[in-house]
C-alpha cells in the first residue's frame, strides 16, 4: 500500500521565518519530459504543472512568502510544435477563468509581464481582466512571466529611455539603476531572492536578467510537475544556509 505524502500547510520548525526569501522566482522545466517518462503526451505534463504552480502558490501564501514570480511562456517558446503552443494558450486562458475568482478570494494580486501584444486577443482579455479585478489585493503577489524574454526587455527599456532623451525629458546624465527600472516589465516589484530552476539545467534562460543579479540560484533534478512543497521546503533550507554578502565582506 502506497503511502500518501504529508502536505506541509505551516512554516516548518527547521525554517527561519526572519530569513525566508521575500521573493521566488521559478523556471518550470521539465513538463515535456516528465511526460514521457510516463508514457503521456506532452501536454499532460503541462496540465500537472498548472496544479503544481497553483499548490507552490499557496504554499507561499501559508509559509508567509509575499511574492512569486513564474515563467510561463518565453519569447523562445514559439519554436515548439504549432499543437503545443496553442494548446498553451488554451490552457492559460482556461486556467485563468477558472481561478480568477479563488485567487480574487485569497488575495491574490496578479501581475502578467512580458510583450503580451503578440499573445491571442482572448488570452489578452482574461489577462486585462485577472490583473483589473486584483489589482487592489494585498495579499501575495504572483506575477506571470508569459511571453518574456529578458533580453528584450532590455532592449525595450533602452528604446523608451531613448525615446526620452531625444525628447528632451531626460538626460542622459540622469539615467541610473532607478530610473531604468521604471522601464522594465516589473516595474515596481521587489527583485528575486531565491531563483528555482527544475529539471537539472545549469542556466537561467534569458529570465529576469536585470532582476536577479543578486538572487540565490537554486537547481534541483527534480522535474517541475514532480516539485513539491517539500521539493520547496529543500530549497528554503538550501537558502537559508546561504551567507548573502551582495559582494560586501563582514
Given at each position: 500500500?502506497?503511502v500518501e505524502p504529508i502536505i506541509l500547510q505551516q512554516l516548518p520548525t527547521d525554517l527561519s521565518k526572519d530569513r525566508l526569501p521575500q521573493h521566488v522566482a521559478v523556471i518550470m522545466d521539465g513538463n515535456g519530459r516528465w511526460?514521457?517518462?510516463?508514457?503521456?503526451?506532452?501536454?499532460?505534463?503541462?496540465?500537472?504543472?498548472?496544479?503544481?504552480?497553483?499548490?507552490?502558490?499557496?504554499?507561499?501564501?501559508?509559509?508567509?512568502?509575499?511574492?512569486?514570480?513564474?515563467?510561463?511562456?518565453?519569447?523562445?517558446?514559439?519554436?515548439?510544435?504549432?499543437?503545443?503552443?496553442?494548446?498553451?494558450?488554451?490552457?492559460?486562458?482556461?486556467?485563468?477563468?477558472?481561478?480568477?475568482?479563488?485567487?480574487?478570494?485569497?488575495?491574490?494580486?496578479?501581475?502578467?509581464?512580458?510583450?503580451?501584444?503578440?499573445?491571442?486577443?482572448?488570452?489578452?482579455?482574461?489577462?486585462?481582466?485577472?490583473?483589473?479585478?486584483?489589482?487592489?489585493?494585498?495579499?501575495?503577489?504572483?506575477?506571470?512571466?508569459?511571453?518574456?524574454?529578458?533580453?528584450?526587455?532590455?532592449?525595450?527599456?533602452?528604446?523608451?529611455?531613448?525615446?526620452?532623451?531625444?525628447?528632451?525629458?531626460?538626460?542622459?546624465?540622469?539615467?541610473?539603476?532607478?530610473?531604468?527600472?521604471?522601464?522594465?516589465?516589473?516595474?515596481?516589484?521587489?527583485?528575486?531572492?531565491?531563483?528555482?530552476?527544475?529539471?537539472?539545467?545549469?542556466?537561467?534562460?534569458?529570465?529576469?536578467?536585470?532582476?536577479?543579479?543578486?538572487?540565490?540560484?537554486?537547481?534541483?533534478?527534480?522535474?517541475?510537475?514532480?516539485?513539491?512543497?517539500?521539493?520547496?521546503?529543500?530549497?528554503?533550507?538550501?537558502?537559508?544556509?546561504?551567507?548573502?554578502?551582495?559582494?560586501?565582506?563582514?
Amino acid at each position: 500500500m502506497s503511502v500518501e505524502p504529508i502536505i506541509l500547510q505551516q512554516l516548518p520548525t527547521d525554517l527561519s521565518k526572519d530569513r525566508l526569501p521575500q521573493h521566488v522566482a521559478v523556471i518550470m522545466d521539465g513538463n515535456g519530459r516528465w511526460a514521457k517518462n510516463q508514457g503521456k503526451p506532452r501536454i499532460i505534463g503541462h496540465q500537472k504543472g498548472v496544479d503544481v504552480l497553483k499548490d507552490l502558490l499557496r504554499c507561499c501564501k501559508d509559509w508567509g512568502i509575499p511574492a512569486l514570480t513564474a515563467y510561463a511562456f518565453s519569447t523562445e517558446n514559439w519554436g515548439r510544435p504549432h499543437g503545443e503552443v496553442q494548446f498553451l494558450m488554451t490552457l492559460f486562458e482556461r486556467v485563468l477563468r477558472r481561478e480568477l475568482q479563488e485567487m480574487k478570494a485569497e488575495n491574490v494580486k496578479i501581475r502578467f509581464v512580458g510583450n503580451l501584444q503578440d499573445l491571442p486577443a482572448s488570452l489578452r482579455q482574461e489577462i486585462d481582466r485577472s490583473m483589473e479585478d486584483t489589482k487592489n489585493n494585498q495579499g501575495i503577489q504572483f506575477t506571470v512571466a508569459t511571453n518574456y524574454g529578458g533580453r528584450h526587455e532590455i532592449i525595450q527599456a533602452c528604446q523608451a529611455i531613448a525615446t526620452k532623451v531625444e525628447q528632451g525629458y531626460l538626460k542622459s546624465s540622469e539615467i541610473n539603476e532607478g530610473v531604468f527600472e521604471q522601464y522594465l516589465y516589473t516595474q515596481g516589484i521587489p527583485h528575486p531572492d531565491l531563483l528555482i530552476r527544475t529539471s537539472g539545467e545549469m542556466r537561467i534562460s534569458n529570465f529576469l536578467l536585470w532582476q536577479i543579479a543578486y538572487a540565490e540560484i537554486y537547481v534541483t533534478p527534480a522535474l517541475w510537475p514532480d516539485f513539491n512543497r517539500e521539493e520547496f521546503h529543500q530549497a528554503l533550507i538550501t537558502y537559508q544556509k546561504r551567507d548573502r554578502r551582495f559582494g560586501k565582506v563582514k
